[in-house]
C-alpha cells in the first residue's frame, strides 16, 4: 500500500508540474490560540489508477486522438477561421464568439446565428460600436441572452481599454476580459495563440470521468480541480488547439452521455471504464462455460476514502456500463412561477395587426428584451383575480380604465428556462381606439407580425403570439400563407367543421346569403 501512495504522489506531483493549479494550502490556526481539535489531515492524493502517470499512454492517447480528429473532425465554421485567419487579434476574436454561443447551445443551433454574427460584425471593433438592441434581436432565441450583452462589454473594454488588442494568455484573458472564465480562456488560448492549457467542459469532464473510472462527483470543487490537474497533463504540446477540440468532439460524437459509440472510440485501449465492461463480459462468458473466476473490482482502487472513487452507497450498476460515469449531485429543481401576459392588438394604418411590446429592465432575466406587457402572478390565484391584476397593471400603464371582463383568456403557455419553470396565463385584447402610453413607463412600440420576429423577443414571447394567433384561428386560415397538416381539408367560407372555433373576423361577417 506504501508504494500505491507513493507512486499516487509522485504522479499527482507530476500532474501539477504540468501547469495544473495547486492544491490550497492547509489551513492553520492563529497564533497564540489553543485548537480545541487536531487540524484533520491533508486529503491524500488520489492512487495512481486514476490519473495519467505513464509517460507513454500519454503519448500514446495524444497520438490516437489527434488522428481519429484530423480523418474524422466535423466542418465547423468557427474552425475554419481559426485555421485560416493570420490575424491573431480577429482569430481569438472568432474563437470566442464561438465559444461563448456553444455554452449549453447546441452545435447545429450555433452554426447560422455565428455565421450571422461574424457577417455583420467581423471584427471586436466593430462589435464594440453597436447597440445593444442590435446585439439582443441577433441572439433572440438562442437563449442565455446576457451571454450577448457580456460579449459586447467585454468587446468595447478590449477596444478602449486594451488598444484593440487581445490578451495573448488564458490568465490574462480570464483577468482582463469580464464573462471569460477559466474554459473560455483555455480554449481561445490554445485553438488562437498555440498556448499548451488544457480545457474542461462537460464532455471533457464525460471522456476523463470514463477513461479513469473517476465515479465521485463530478460536479464537487475537488473533482473539478483534479480534472483540470488531467486536462493540463494530456494537452498536446505541439497541437494544443486540436487536441483540446478532439478531446471535445470526442465527447459530443462518440463519448455521448448515452449509447456511447465504445467500439469506434480512437481512445478505448485507455478507458478503464470500458476494460471493467470487457472483464464482465469475460467472466460471464467463463461462467456459461463453468470456469467462472472473481472479477476485480476495477472500482477498488485499494485506498479507503479515496476522493475520486463513487461512493460506498453508489456501486457500479452493471447494466450500465461505461454510462456509470460520470455521476453528478441530484439537480436543484427549477423554481416555478406565473406570468399573467396580455397580447394587446389593433389594426394598423395598412390593416395588418399590429402589437404592442415592451422594453424589460436593463438587467436580471432576459434584460433589456422585449416582451408583450406582463405581469408577475401569486401561485394559485384564481383567474378573476388573474385578470384584475391584469387590467389593473394595464390600466395604471396606459393611463385609462381597462374592464377586467374584457380580457379574452387564450391559455397557458410553459416555457423552461435553466432554473426557471415559467408558465404564462396569456390574455388578450383588442384596441379599437389609440392610446396615449405613459411616457414614464417602459419603452415601448407597436409593431407588425413580421416586425415582431425580427425584434429582440424570446422565444417564450413567440410560442405566446403563436398561441394566441392559434386561438384566433389565423394558423388554420386557407390563403394566409401557413400551412394545413397533411390530410387537412380547406373549409368553405360558410362553414366550420364541428368543434373548430370561429374567428373574430367569422364572426362578424354577415351571412352569406343562400
Given at each position: 500500500m506504501s508504494q500505491l501512495r507513493a507512486a499516487a504522489a509522485a504522479a499527482a506531483g507530476g500532474l501539477r508540474r504540468s501547469g495544473g493549479r495547486a492544491a490550497p494550502p492547509a489551513r492553520r490556526s492563529r497564533k497564540g490560540a489553543s485548537p480545541r481539535k487536531a487540524a484533520a489531515p491533508a486529503p491524500a492524493p488520489p492512487p495512481a489508477r486514476h490519473l495519467?502517470?505513464?509517460?507513454?499512454?500519454?503519448?500514446?492517447?495524444?497520438?490516437?486522438?489527434?488522428?481519429?480528429?484530423?480523418?474524422?473532425?466535423?466542418?465547423?465554421?468557427?474552425?475554419?477561421?481559426?485555421?485560416?485567419?493570420?490575424?491573431?487579434?480577429?482569430?481569438?476574436?472568432?474563437?470566442?464568439?464561438?465559444?461563448?454561443?456553444?455554452?449549453?447551445?447546441?452545435?447545429?443551433?450555433?452554426?447560422?446565428?455565428?455565421?450571422?454574427?461574424?457577417?455583420?460584425?467581423?471584427?471586436?471593433?466593430?462589435?464594440?460600436?453597436?447597440?445593444?438592441?442590435?446585439?439582443?434581436?441577433?441572439?433572440?432565441?438562442?437563449?442565455?441572452?446576457?451571454?450577448?450583452?457580456?460579449?459586447?462589454?467585454?468587446?468595447?473594454?478590449?477596444?478602449?481599454?486594451?488598444?484593440?488588442?487581445?490578451?495573448?494568455?488564458?490568465?490574462?484573458?480570464?483577468?482582463?476580459?469580464?464573462?471569460?472564465?477559466?474554459?473560455?480562456?483555455?480554449?481561445?488560448?490554445?485553438?488562437?495563440?498555440?498556448?499548451?492549457?488544457?480545457?474542461?467542459?462537460?464532455?471533457?469532464?464525460?471522456?476523463?470521468?470514463?477513461?479513469?473510472?473517476?465515479?465521485?462527483?463530478?460536479?464537487?470543487?475537488?473533482?473539478?480541480?483534479?480534472?483540470?490537474?488531467?486536462?493540463?497533463?494530456?494537452?498536446?504540446r505541439s497541437r494544443p488547439g486540436d487536441f483540446n477540440q478532439a478531446l471535445m468532439e470526442l465527447g459530443a460524437t462518440v463519448c455521448v452521455p448515452k449509447a456511447p459509440l465504445c467500439g469506434e472510440c480512437p481512445v478505448k485501449q485507455h478507458c478503464r471504464a470500458r476494460?471493467?465492461?470487457?472483464?464482465?463480459?469475460?467472466?460471464?462468458?467463463?461462467?456459461?462455460?463453468?470456469?467462472?473466476?472473481?472479477?476485480?473490482?476495477?472500482?477498488?482502487?485499494?485506498?479507503?476514502?479515496?476522493?475520486?472513487?463513487?461512493?460506498?452507497?453508489?456501486?457500479?450498476?452493471?447494466?450500465?456500463?461505461?454510462?456509470?460515469?460520470?455521476?453528478?449531485?441530484?439537480?436543484?429543481?427549477?423554481?416555478?412561477?406565473?406570468?399573467?401576459?396580455?397580447?394587446?392588438?389593433?389594426?394598423?394604418?395598412?390593416?395588418?395587426?399590429?402589437?404592442?411590446?415592451?422594453?424589460?429592465?436593463?438587467?436580471?432575466?432576459?434584460?433589456?428584451?422585449?416582451?408583450?406587457?406582463?405581469?408577475?402572478?401569486a401561485q394559485d390565484l384564481q383567474e378573476e383575480k388573474q385578470k384584475e391584476a391584469l387590467a389593473d397593471h394595464l390600466q395604471a400603464w396606459m393611463g385609462q380604465p381597462v374592464v377586467a371582463g374584457d380580457l379574452q383568456l387564450i391559455g397557458e403557455v410553459v416555457h423552461i428556462f435553466s432554473h426557471i419553470h415559467q408558465t404564462y396565463v396569456v390574455y388578450s385584447l383588442s384596441l379599437d381606439r389609440d392610446v396615449t402610453l405613459d411616457p414614464a413607463s417602459s419603452p415601448s412600440r407597436w409593431v407588425t407580425e413580421e416586425e415582431f420576429h425580427a425584434s429582440a423577443v424570446s422565444t417564450a414571447m413567440k410560442k405566446v403570439l403563436k398561441a394566441c394567433e392559434k386561438q384566433r384561428g389565423k394558423g388554420s386560415s386557407p390563403g394566409q400563407g401557413s400551412k394545413r397538416k397533411r390530410g387537412a381539408k380547406a373549409q368553405g367560407t360558410g362553414s366550420t367543421s364541428p368543434g373548430t372555433q370561429l374567428s373574430l373576423h367569422a364572426f362578424l361577417r354577415p351571412p352569406t346569403a343562400p
Open positions: 495519467f502517470s505513464d509517460p507513454a499512454e500519454i503519448e500514446a492517447l495524444r497520438r490516437d486522438l489527434l488522428a481519429w480528429y484530423d480523418k474524422c473532425k466535423r466542418d465547423l465554421p468557427w474552425r475554419t477561421r481559426a485555421a485560416t485567419e493570420p490575424d491573431a487579434d480577429r482569430r481569438a476574436y472568432a474563437v470566442w464568439v464561438s465559444e461563448i454561443m456553444l455554452q449549453q447551445t447546441q452545435v447545429a443551433t450555433v452554426i447560422d446565428y455565428y455565421n450571422r454574427w461574424m457577417q455583420k460584425w467581423p471584427t471586436l471593433q466593430a462589435l464594440a460600436q453597436a447597440s445593444l438592441e442590435e446585439v439582443n434581436e441577433l441572439w433572440a432565441g438562442l437563449g442565455y441572452y446576457s451571454r450577448g450583452k457580456r460579449l459586447q462589454e467585454a468587446a468595447r473594454k478590449v477596444v478602449s481599454e486594451l488598444a484593440g488588442q487581445m490578451p495573448r494568455t488564458a490568465e490574462d484573458l480570464q483577468k482582463l476580459l469580464p464573462g471569460v472564465g477559466q474554459y473560455t480562456a483555455g480554449a481561445i488560448a490554445s485553438i488562437s495563440y498555440g498556448q499548451a492549457t488544457g480545457v474542461v467542459d462537460g464532455n471533457v469532464i464525460r471522456v476523463l470521468c470514463r477513461l479513469r473510472c473517476i465515479g465521485a462527483d463530478s460536479s464537487s470543487p475537488a473533482v473539478i480541480d483534479w480534472l483540470w490537474d488531467m486536462a493540463n497533463a494530456l494537452v498536446d476494460l471493467r465492461v470487457e472483464k464482465e463480459l469475460a467472466f460471464a462468458s467463463q461462467k456459461l462455460f463453468g470456469k467462472a473466476t472473481p472479477v476485480p473490482d476495477v472500482e477498488d482502487c485499494g485506498a479507503g476514502g479515496c476522493p475520486l472513487c463513487p461512493p460506498a452507497a453508489e456501486p457500479w450498476d452493471s447494466s450500465l456500463g461505461v454510462t456509470n460515469f460520470p455521476r453528478k449531485a441530484a439537480k436543484k429543481q427549477p423554481r416555478v412561477a406565473r406570468t399573467a401576459t396580455c397580447v394587446l392588438e389593433r389594426r394598423g394604418c395598412h390593416g395588418d395587426h399590429e402589437y404592442l411590446i415592451v422594453q424589460r429592465p436593463s438587467s436580471g432575466l432576459l434584460a433589456g428584451l422585449w416582451e408583450f406587457p406582463s405581469l408577475p402572478l
